[in-house]
T-cell receptor, first 114, second 114 residues
Framework: DQQVKQNSPSLSVQEGRISILNCDYT??????FLWYKKYPAEGPTFLIS?????DKNEDGRFTVFLNKSAKHLSLHIVPSQPGDSAVYFC?????????????FGTGTRLTIIP | KAGVTQTPRYLIKTRGQQVTLSCSPI?????VSWYQQTPGQGLQFLFE???????NKGNFPGRFSGRQFSNSRSEMNVSTLELGDSALYLC?????????????FGPGTRLTVL
């Protein structure tokens, strides 16, 4: 059973608009959340993270929102640029005694339309 | 459908030994990718196999090798183990539908090199 779900396999957004990628998790023990970006033929690269003590973390055009009660994570990209076209994975972990095992969602392919 | 399975789940080896990890993709998936996950380096791409052929390769030394069988099961081999090879090794399988790039991750094999 998938502990981390990204229910939208793909998303298309006009350049300059906001892209919103969503992620839901099932285990309330998860307390560290990350987003990875993946280009074709490359491995995922880290994008942004948030710990459970916060509900928002911002880095330039990227903002991650955490709703612990809903067990929901989202990534906002504003404004969207063509180079943002990639597959985005959310990942979650339980930061317990240094255990950083990540559990990944299945990914959402974002396409930015010029 | 059964998810991606990896065996063994845990492994302890000593320096200089070699190890073989196994990954069974979701039925019908022909692409299998391997990743190394460490606290310091995050998630790093090792290689991808598709229809028994290595299609992409990350930046790892030749000690890391893999193969894929006709039933899409894949194995990863690491020879002459080093302490730094201690990591969680993840495999992920993808659907033949290239339009979504959805990847399903297995639970991983935790390798400890002493």
């Amino acid at each position: 059973d998938q502990q981390v779900k990204q229910n939208s396999p793909s998303l298309s957004v006009q350049e300059g608009r906001i892209s919103i990628l969503n992620c839901d998790y099932t285990n309330s023990m998860f307390d560290y959340f990350l987003w990875y970006k993946k280009y074709p033929a490359e491995g995922p690269t880290f994008l942004i993270s948030i710990s459970s003590i916060k509900d928002k973390n911002e880095d330039g055009r990227f903002t991650v929102f955490l709703n612990k009660s809903a067990k929901h994570l989202s990534l906002h990209i504003v404004p969207s640029q063509p180079g943002d076209s990639a597959v985005y994975f959310c990942a979650v972990s339980i930061s317990n005694f240094g255990n950083e095992k990540l559990t990944f969602g299945t990914g959402t392919r974002l396409t930015i339309i010029p | 459908k059964a998810g991606v399975t990896q065996t063994p789940r845990y492994l302890i080896k000593t320096r200089g030994q070699q190890v073989t990890l196994s990954c069974s993709p979701i039925s019908g998936h022909r692409s299998v990718s391997w990743y190394q996950q460490t606290p310091g380096q995050g998630l790093q791409f090792l290689f991808e196999y598709f229809s028994e052929t290595q299609r992409n390769k990350g930046n790892f030394p030749g000690r890391f090798s893999g193969r894929q069988f006709s039933n899409s099961r894949s194995e990863m081999n690491v020879s002459t183990l080093e302490l730094g090879d201690s990591a969680l090794y993840l495999c992920a399988s993808s659907s033949p539908d290239a339009s979504t790039d959805t990847q399903y991750f297995g639970p991983g094999t935790r390798l400890t090199v002493l």
